[in-house]
């Protein structure tokens, strides 16, 4: 092996080792910010911890139109905060398949 050979090998060592390095230090920075988010009761911040591949707002679907910061009752269990199974249905019934597909 030349010495040229080997420097481009050394580099394109370096070069990866450096996206490595890079990749870990997103991930840190996004961890911390998630568990900041959750500590700090931040959930709109929060969302920006995840790729949007699609969005699904399922809380839209639920509301109760009379009390839009409440679950419509037809909806929910007695717990207010689990979907009976006619909310699960509508929350089914809710998402546009063509996200899962080209």
Same mark, same amino acid.
């Given at each position: 092996?030349?010495? @040229? ?18 990749? @870990?230090? +997103? ?23 995840? +790729?949007?591949?699609?969005?699904? =707002?399922?809380? +839209? ?7 839009? %910061?409440?679950? %419509?009752? +037809? ?20 998402? =546009?398949?063509? @996200?899962?597909?080209?």
């Amino acid at each position: 092996m030349t010495d @040229i050979e080997s420097l481009e090998k050394r580099v394109k060592f370096l070069e990866k080792e450096c996206r490595r390095l890079s990749d @870990i230090e +997103a991930i840190r920075r996004l961890r911390y910010k998630y568990w900041r988010c959750i500590h700090h009761s931040l959930w709109d911040d929060l969302m920006d911890c995840y +790729a949007n591949d699609a969005v699904v =707002d399922f809380e +839209a679907v639920l509301k109760d139109p009379q009390n839009p %910061n409440q679950m %419509n009752p +037809a909806y929910f269990i007695n717990d207010h905060l689990h979907p009976n199974d006619a909310g699960y249905k509508l929350m089914a019934d809710s998402i =546009d398949l063509a @996200i899962f597909g080209k």
